[in-house]
């Protein structure tokens, strides 16, 4: 079996987790901050530049070991995990893959290092699902491009020193006039708004930014002009395994809490463990995740094989997705009202769940891709 392979990087990675990481957990949710001691940490490991190569100075690992990074992490606390995740799969992966040696040569090994956190800004206000119908604009003006517009939804958005920009360099009302920008963040014209209160992943950060007449240089398009809705999707292709393997994650802390819980908790004279209510969810809570890391290790392998693998990260990300939110919910079911309260770590876990069926592409988007590819053959 190809997880067997990762053995060893798993108990790593899951050590890591355990000593640096959970402790902490509580109260990054609880304070709605990740400590920039933590991120250094994350980065002195390597967990940052997991597949950066290391002439960039990454740690040259493939997509199945980052997958298994995102979900260690995740187990511990989601909102560190996500911040790994969008860093890593949506802003050093369109860089890596359509960057210029240039481009990658001036921006990979600090992001690599996690002196510099990367962030991805396609949604707006009115283009979640809907993508193309984003209004940024990017005028030409010969040796640079003006950008306005606003970006919502941003991960990472309070912390990034990079972002990679959509926008428009030809009104349209559809995509076809999108291309891609690497921004830093520093400039003029690119400024941090609201920072949203969220349900979950409360660590994490999640900002509106607005863009005025920020000035771009041609040298930081990314790719070709025009070409940027196609790098979003792939872009978003990849990043779905490591919101799958978040989602996997949540689930696998939810079921090892419920599991002990289960033989701890004594009702009737003996442990609640022994009811065959609470040994079927835990079977299916086990199943589910079962099958949940196998559809993520799928989309992996083929992505580290260079392979199509656009249906198998949506299958992966939907399923793993609702298994989280299944696992979560049943998981406060176990502890009864223990599950309910703060004490307790389920009620976190099942807020953190939620986010995992919405960001990058909800359930029904993964559906549509799935169902897409599947009948691209027979039309």
């Not at 919405?358 to 993964?366: A, D, M, N």
Request: glycine residues 8%; proline residues 3%.
């Amino acid at each position: 079996m190809i997880l067997d392979d990762y053995k060893e990087i798993r108990e790593m990675i899951a050590k890591f987790s355990d000593s640096e990481v959970a402790p902490l957990a509580a109260e990054i949710d609880e304070k709605g901050k990740i400590p920039t001691s933590l991120v250094a940490k994350i980065a002195e490991n390597g967990f940052m530049g997991s597949y950066i190569p290391e002439e960039y100075g990454g740690a040259g690992m493939d997509y199945m070991s980052y997958s298994l990074i995102i979900e260690e992490i995740s187990r511990s606390c989601a909102s560190t995990g996500v911040l790994i995740s969008a860093h890593t799969s949506l802003a050093v992966w369109p860089i890596l893959q359509y960057g210029s040696e240039e481009q990658k040569k001036k921006y990979l090994p600090k992001m690599a290092s996690g002196e510099w956190l990367g962030c991805f800004c396609l949604s707006e206000p009115n283009a979640g699902s809907d993508a193309g119908s984003l209004t940024t604009y990017a005028e030409d003006k010969g040796d640079h491009y003006i950008l306005n517009g606003s970006k919502n939804w941003i991960t990472n958005g309070a912390e990034a020193d990079i972002a990679i920009v959509f926008a428009k360099t030809e009104k349209t009302d559809n995509h076809k006039g999108m291309s891609t920008f690497i921004v830093e963040t520093a400039w003029d014209g690119f400024e941090v708004q609201k920072k949203e209160d969220k349900l979950g992943i409360r660590g994490s950060s999640t900002t509106a930014i607005a863009i005025e007449n920020l000035k771009v240089p041609k040298e930081n398009l990314l790719g070709k002009e025009k070409k940027g809705f196609s790098i979003g999707l792939a872009t978003l292709d990849g990043g779905r395994i490591g919101i799958a393997a978040q989602a996997l994650g949540i689930a696998e802390a939810a079921f090892r809490y419920a599991k002990k819980y289960s033989l701890e908790r004594v009702q009737f004279g003996k442990p609640i463990a022994d009811l065959q209510a609470i040994q079927f969810i835990l079977a299916d809570m086990s199943t589910k995740i079962a099958a949940s890391r196998l559809l993520i290790a799928e989309a992996s392998r083929l992505k580290d094989l260079g392979q199509p693998y656009s249906k198998e990260a949506a299958q992966a990300k939907v399923f793993a997705a609702e298994t989280a939110m299944w696992t979560t919910t049943k998981a406060i079911q176990v502890l009864g009202g223990n599950g309910y309260v703060k004490e307790y770590p389920v009620e976190r876990y099942f807020r953190d769940a939620k986010i995992t069926e919405i960001y990058e592409g909800t359930s029904e988007v993964q559906r549509l891709v799935i169902a897409a590819n599947e009948l691209k053959d027979l039309r």
